[in-house]
């Protein structure tokens, strides 16, 4: 919280003028960051407004016409009703504005706005902040199917609940933390990106991790693709959603590793953190 004397400036205004301490820093997000902490009985757009009255109860009624501005349906929802639950790819088709692996419609909806102005949004802002003064900065995103708050540790600590993620993948992400650790850079070799032992030179592009700024709003999907799928209940994920949810399963996982313009990604979610930080006063600490 705000107090003035330890903290005198809201952390979202601190990182816009860039009032950061260190010299490198390495920022992500998982896929769905909203959904646990966000109540699951949403259905009506009557519903959302009163949630978001609850949450953000400075927000006056033309704040809130701006939220849902910034959060809108798509007509591929709006005119068909409730969408198939699925992983969305980020940069292409459907997005998280319209549907997840928990969630489709209003509720959805509102565990966006929840995951981004609370975790996704302040990985973007850390990673603007370290853009300047010989600072650098890298961000990414962890989207390996199901990717719910929190789910991204068993990825890194190697300690999988569900068999979702491959010796590649944890091998890889394990590298990039490695890496940054010992050098300030999260780059990883080809080879290591790809988990196929390839000396190619046609990568995933991790093999030359650029440093997140205005002019390059590029970050690192962290993602994997398979042959084989399982459904899950997503309740194994702490208070997931009582839902199903496919996921991939071994044999047959392969590291789906690429760089994407994070500014762009999910429908547009860079505007979406401009937004947030535009309204910071407003939103509750």
């Keep these: 919280m705000t107090d003035d004397v330890f903290i005198q400036s809201l952390p979202s205004q601190a990182l816009l003028q ?16 909203g ?57 292409e088709g459907p997005t998280a504005l319209d549907v997840s ?35 650098t900065g890298y961000k990414y995103q962890y989207s390996v199917p199901a990717a719910i708050h929190g789910t991204d540790l068993a990825a890194y600590l190697n300690t999988p609940s569900v068999g979702n993620i491959g010796p590649d993948f944890a091998f890889a992400f394990q590298r990039i ?35 997140y700024s205005l002019a390059d709003r590029r970050m690192a999907n962290l993602n994997q693709t398979g042959t084989n799928t399982q459904e899950v209940n997503l309740a194994i994920y702490r208070f997931g959603a009582n839902v199903n949810a496919t996921i991939y399963v071994e044999p047959g996982l392969q590291n789906d590793l690429s760089l994407v313009d994070a500014y762009e990604w999910e429908g547009g979610r860079g505007r979406r953190c401009d937004f947030w930080q535009s309204v910071a006063k407003i939103v509750p600490e």
Excluded: H
Aim: net charge negative; with cysteine.
């Design 177 to 211: 933390f490695g890496n940054f650790v010992i050098s300030g850079n999260p780059s990883i070799p080809v080879a290591i990106a790809s988990g196929d032992g390839s000396n190619g030179t046609t990568g995933s592009g991790l093999e030359n991790w650029p440093t």
């Design 35 to 91: 959904d646990i902490f966000v109540p699951q009985n949403i259905t009506t757009e009557n519903d959302l407004l009163a949630w978001l009255r609850v949450v953000f109860p400075l927000f006056t009624d033309d704040d809130i016409a701006k939220l849902l501005y910034y959060y809108p349906l798509s007509n591929l929802t709006v005119s068909s009703g409730n969408l198939t639950m699925f992983a969305t790819a980020g940069d």
């Design 101 to 135: 692996q928990s969630a489709t419609g209003q509720q959805q909806r509102a565990n966006l706005i929840y995951g981004e102005t609370t975790f996704v949004c302040p990985s973007y802002w850390l990673a603007d902040a370290y853009n300047s003064r010989g600072r």
């Design 18 to 33: 860039r009032k950061v301490n260190g010299l490198r820093q390495l920022s992500g997000n998982d896929a769905q960051e």
